[in-house]
């Protein structure tokens, strides 16, 4: 991959609406909508029903073009220089965000992370790319430890009798559902 391609793939998701999800269909962090095949249980792979689904695969079109680009601009953090950082702190707060208040983002995150695995192992050497794939786990166990502290806070907090998932703030929730996803 190029640096101009990495670098023109965040400036468009930098130029995507502040509310839009770059790992789903949703557009607002309270949109709780369910658009893939998988959550709705459509039928993977059949032809539209009428208008709304055919809307609804539009958006799911729209957010897989979005994980291109997030997987393609992911790459900026091989590189250096004030550029790749002021882009690096962008990509990185946003990812951060998305993933603390969205299960799909979470789920599809995993799966953008395993096709840039694959498109880097194709590219180059294999111990590359074992540092640069390192870099992010080392994020999202850090962001994952904090979700789940601030969890476990969150349920010492509260009377035994009315501990459970209620209890439990957002952020401390999508930790929980991102460390039964990551691999």
């Keep these: 991959m190029e640096e101009r391609d990495i670098v023109g793939s965040i400036q468009k998701l930098q130029q995507l609406p502040a509310g839009l999800h770059l790992l789903c269909p949703r557009d607002s962090d309270d949109d709780q909508r369910l658009f893939y095949d998988e959550d709705t249980g459509s039928k993977t792979g059949a032809e539209p029903q009428g208008d709304a689904d055919a809307a609804r695969r539009k958006c ?95 349920l010492l907090d509260t009377a035994p009798g009315d501990r459970g998932l209620s209890a439990v703030s957002r952020e401390g929730m999508y930790a929980i559902f991102e460390a039964l996803n990551c691999e």
């Design 60 to 154: 799911v079109s729209d957010a897989k073009a979005r994980i291109q680009l997030l997987v393609t601009g992911m790459v900026i953090f091989a590189f250096d220089g004030p550029t790749a950082k002021d882009l690096q702190d962008w990509l990185k707060v946003r990812l951060e965000k998305q993933l603390k208040i969205c299960d799909i983002c979470v789920r599809e995150y995993y799966r953008a992370k395993k096709e840039l695995t694959i498109k880097l192992n194709e590219e180059y050497e294999e111990e590359q790319v074992s540092v640069f794939c390192n870099f992010f786990d080392e994020v999202d166990i850090k962001r994952i430890r904090h979700g789940l502290e601030q969890a476990r806070q969150n």
